[in-house]
């Protein structure tokens, strides 16, 4: 699939580090290295930044599933935080796992090595 320039990384996905490594077919796969402004009071991975990171494979899926041409937004979205990040970098693989003509249903899991981190499901809108 040929990618536009530019429409995999917005400024929000610069700013918190994401990194993109895989993208095609309803597929997206995400990086993010815990930095000194993505930790909450805890010292972790704020929850904050690891739904980002959902939000952001989710929606790169959606769009490698329906095109670059067309925009999706979410509608709604689910997460289950499974354990904090003390330190390193995560993954999450956002999944496409239907794709109507008005609606995708996605989800994602955010791992650490071989460690669930989070679960997420959601639905976006074609717009």
Same mark, same amino acid.
């Given at each position: 699939?040929?990618?536009?320039? %530019?429409?995999?990384?917005?400024a929000?996905?610069?700013?918190l580090?994401?990194?993109?490594?895989?993208?095609?077919?309803? @597929?997206?796969?995400?990086?993010?290295?815990?930095?000194?402004?993505?930790?909450?009071?805890?010292?972790?991975?704020? %929850?904050?930044?690891?739904?980002?990171? =959902?939000?952001?494979?989710?929606g790169?899926?959606?769009?490698s599933?329906?095109?670059?041409?067309?925009?999706? =937004?979410?509608?709604?979205?689910?997460?289950?935080?499974?354990?904090g990040v003390?330190?390193?970098?995560?993954?999450?693989?956002?999944?496409?796992?239907?794709?109507g003509?008005?609606?995708?249903?996605?989800?994602?899991?955010?791992?650490?090595?071989d460690?669930? @981190?989070?679960?997420?499901?959601?639905?976006?809108?074609?717009?």
């Amino acid at each position: 699939m040929e990618i536009p320039e %530019g429409l995999t990384e917005s400024a929000y996905f610069k700013t918190l580090g994401c990194k993109l490594v895989r993208l095609g077919d309803g @597929v997206a796969e995400v990086t993010l290295a815990l930095e000194p402004h993505l930790r909450n009071r805890g010292n972790v991975m704020h %929850g904050g930044a690891l739904f980002s990171l =959902v939000d952001i494979a989710m929606g790169l899926a959606c769009s490698s599933s329906h095109g670059f041409d067309k925009q999706s =937004v979410t509608v709604e979205c689910k997460i289950n935080y499974v354990r904090g990040v003390p330190d390193g970098e995560v993954t999450c693989i956002g999944t496409v796992l239907h794709a109507g003509r008005r609606t995708l249903v996605v989800e994602a899991e955010v791992r650490q090595d071989d460690k669930l @981190v989070a679960k997420a499901q959601g639905t976006f809108a074609i717009v």
